[in-house]
């Protein structure tokens, strides 16, 4: 019968085992959003393909965290703070998916953007995913280091996002109103900053779950949000 220090030390090994999962699928999921904003800047519609296709190994990562998680449950039972890890190793595996999703969708709608006339307007789309992939980065970096004070800091920094949306979408419509013809392209467009604002909300559930984890509980008060298009 295995000693203790054996399932401890298999248990840990399984536990890096699911944490590189993770790490890999916040890899790919980041460079998938800056590929999606470069294909749409040089308006590369076979370079967009290859983006939403790799959205493919996304998901695979997600059904392998899973997997994973189940068998840790199932074979080891945690309690307590492992529990929690493996907790939110699920959660934040399915927030990573989802960004994922958002990007692929941005290198969709930037293939019909390419049967148009570019839009001056686009110009802001590169600076809102920049800072939303800046947040993800950080939420990622949080969760490896068990970092709660930089959890604490992405789900405040979500704002930024907001405002920069905000912002956008003001535009957009400006320039939808100024000139009919620019409707259809606009309107792809606020469904990309959507998108992209969309993956600053998961990149603070992953800073919550992180903060979930060291703590056992989630952050108190609440967020600042100054996404204002519903207004």
Known sequence: ????????????????????????????????LDAAIDVMIRRDTKAA??????????????????????????????????????????????DIERIGDYAANVAKRSMVLNQSTPVAAAHGLPALAKTANLLVRDALLAFRTRDDKLAIEVWNRDAEVDAQYTGLFRELLTYMMEDPRNITSCAHLLFMA??????????????????????????????????????
Not at 80 to 93: F, K, P
């Open 49 to 94: 393909e290859r983006v939403v296709a790799n959205d493919d190994a996304i998901d695979a990562l997600e059904h392998e965290v899973s997997h994973d998680v189940l068998r840790l449950l199932a074979l080891r039972q945690p309690m307590a703070r492992d529990l929690r890890e493996v907790y939110a190793a699920l959660r934040i595996s399915a």
């Open 194 to 231: 959507k998108n992209i604002e969309r993956i600053g909300d998961h990149a603070t559930n992953i800073a919550e779950n992180t903060y979930f984890l060291v703590h056992g509980e989630q952050p108190l008060g609440s967020r600042e949000k100054r996404d204002t298009t519903a207004e």
């Open 1 to 32: 019968m295995p000693n203790h220090e054996h399932i401890v030390k298999s248990y840990d090994s399984e536990l890096d085992r699911l944490y590189g999962e993770i790490t890999r699928m916040g890899e790919i999921a980041t460079a998938q």
